[in-house]
């Protein structure tokens, strides 16, 4: 089931710099998108959503942007801090039922 | 701030034994899910469940799963005969009802199930 990709595991970035998360989906039936963090030893935590009706949304140093014809969803945070650093998951919803991406972990260096 | 509360944090177990995972969703959410990830791996959908039925699973979820909502406001994930490959951390969320777009999920801090 990978209907959810996010293709790089890892991305480093310096602090103060603009992160970029990107994931991609295969069905064009999700209707809502989603991004938790993930630390250590914690379960998800949810991040920032969008619905398949928009194409950007916006909370303080998070955004996400959603290219429907692409089927392609990307999580901006600017200025990145160390405190950012996390796995970030991409999710995808249909009627409640959510599917994940692998995740990439995201290292804010100071 | 409700939370999602799931026990025991860990459990350790023999291969072929029954385990029974425990969630408390939240108080007013009607959707309830079972996820697992393991270790250094992606987060895996296993099944969510409505109005006391399961709404969808995926193909992890065979006939050694099941979840209950035995008193309506415990959410359980029992698997029938443990294997070693089930070893894994399980999460539990809980959604509101979806309204006319979608709901974000609440995750518990998971369940770390290790199978010897």
């Known amino acids: 089931d990978q209907q959810v990709k996010q293709n790089s595991p890892s991305l480093s970035v310096q602090e103060g710099r603009i992160s970029i998360l990107n994931c991609d989906y295969t069905?064009?039936?999700?209707?809502?998108f989603l991004w938790y963090k993930k630390y250590p030893a914690e379960g998800p935590t949810f991040l920032i959503s969008?619905?398949?009706?928009?194409d950007k949304n916006e909370d303080g140093r998070f955004t996400v942007f959603l290219n429907k014809s692409a089927k392609h969803l990307s999580l901006h945070i600017v200025p990145s801090q160390p405190g950012d650093s996390a796995v970030y998951f991409c999710?995808?919803?249909?009627?409640?039922?959510?599917?994940f991406g692998a995740g990439t972990r995201l290292t804010v260096k100071p | 701030e409700p939370e999602v509360t799931q026990t025991p944090s860990h459990q350790v177990t023999q291969m072929g034994q029954e385990v029974i995972l425990r969630c408390v969703p939240i108080s007013n959410h009607l959707y309830f899910y079972w996820y697992r990830q393991i270790l250094g791996q992606k987060v895996e959908f296993l099944v969510s469940?409505?109005?006391?039925?399961?709404?969808?699973k995926s193909e992890i979820f065979d006939d050694q799963f099941s979840v209950e909502r035995p008193d309506g406001s415990n959410f359980t994930l029992k698997i029938r005969s443990t294997k070693l490959e089930d070893s894994a951390m399980y999460f539990c969320?809980?959604?509101?009802?979806?309204?006319?777009?979608?709901?974000?999920?609440?995750f518990g801090q998971g369940t770390r199930l290790t199978v010897v």
């Open positions: 469940f409505y109005n006391n039925e399961i709404s969808e």
């Open positions: 969320a809980s959604s509101e009802p979806r309204q006319v777009v979608g709901t974000e999920a609440f």
């Open positions: 069905n064009s039936m999700f209707d809502y």
């Open positions: 999710a995808a919803s249909l009627n409640n039922d959510m599917r």
């Open positions: 969008i619905s398949s009706i928009k």
